[in-house]
T-cell receptor, first 112, second 116 residues
Framework: QKEVEQNSGPLSVPEGAIASLNCTYS??????FFWYRQYSGKSPELIMF????GDKEDGRFTAQLNKASQYVSLLIRDSQPSDSATYLC????????????FGRGTQLTVWP | DGGITQSPKYLFRKEGQNVTLSCEQN?????MYWYRQDPGQGLRLIYY???????QKGDIAEGYSVSREKKESFPLTVTSAQKNPTAFYLC???????????????FGPGTRLTVL
């Protein structure tokens, strides 16, 4: 079983819709969860991180964490064509400095 | 401007050659990381370092070597022992968490290595 799993997509949504990206992880001891966006040919850039169960909102982005189900998601409201990218989910075990485990990413396309 | 720089942006290597990828950060981060990304794949950890003069192997360290002589620098050497080195190489850095801060990793722009 992979440490972090994501639907590879591609996920295609119309402009203005809500895009929902999902991620599951295998280690129950995981405590920190990150979403990165990666445009084609570029390096990943951080969108959000979440540590606690529940929702965390930042502008059009909402991260949702359910540790009991080992599930983290990213919602993008009012999707824009500029949101078209690959979204990487990353998980860190423990509360101290440590490595990240990345999923393969979900490719999102927002069409006008 | 604070950030992470990687050079070169593109690198071509002949089979049998060793090449060194540069990674420098001026964020005063203690930890630095090297990842490899292949098309359609996630990031795989090669090496990481939490402090100067110390580093640990990641999941795919074979055929690679690193050094951490300065806090700001973490160069990666791709040796001839790495059989399939063509990939996108990403360097990242993070703080050591204290109090309520995070150790979020921030990435450099990457180096694309192609073996001819």
């Amino acid at each position: 079983q992979k440490e972090v799993e994501q639907n590879s997509g591609p996920l295609s949504v119309p402009e203005g819709a809500i895009a929902s990206l999902n991620c599951t992880y295998s280690d129950r001891g995981s405590q920190s969860f990150f979403w990165y966006r990666q445009y084609s040919g570029k390096s990943p850039e951080l969108i959000m991180f979440i540590y606690s169960n529940g929702d965390k909102e930042d502008g059009r982005f909402t991260a949702q964490l359910n540790k009991a189900s080992q599930y983290v998601s990213l919602l993008i409201r009012d999707s824009q064509p500029s949101d078209s990218a690959t979204y990487l989910c990353a998980v860190k075990r423990g509360s101290t400095l440590g490595r990240l485990y990345f999923g393969r990413g979900t490719q999102l396309t927002v069409w006008p | 401007d604070g950030g992470i720089t990687q050079s070169p942006k593109y690198l071509f290597r002949k089979e049998g050659q060793n090449v060194t990828l540069s990674c420098e950060q001026n964020l005063n981060h203690d930890a630095m990381y090297w990842y490899r990304q292949d098309p359609g794949q996630g990031l795989r950890l090669i090496y990481y370092s939490q402090i100067v003069n110390d580093f640990q192997k990641g999941d795919i360290a074979e055929g690679y070597s690193v050094s951490r002589e300065k806090k700001e620098s973490f160069p990666l050497t791709v040796t001839s022992a790495q059989k399939n080195p063509t990939a996108f190489y990403l360097c990242a850095s993070s703080r050591v968490p204290t109090g309520g801060s995070t150790d979020t990793q921030y990435f450099g722009p990457g180096t694309r290595l192609t073996v001819l």
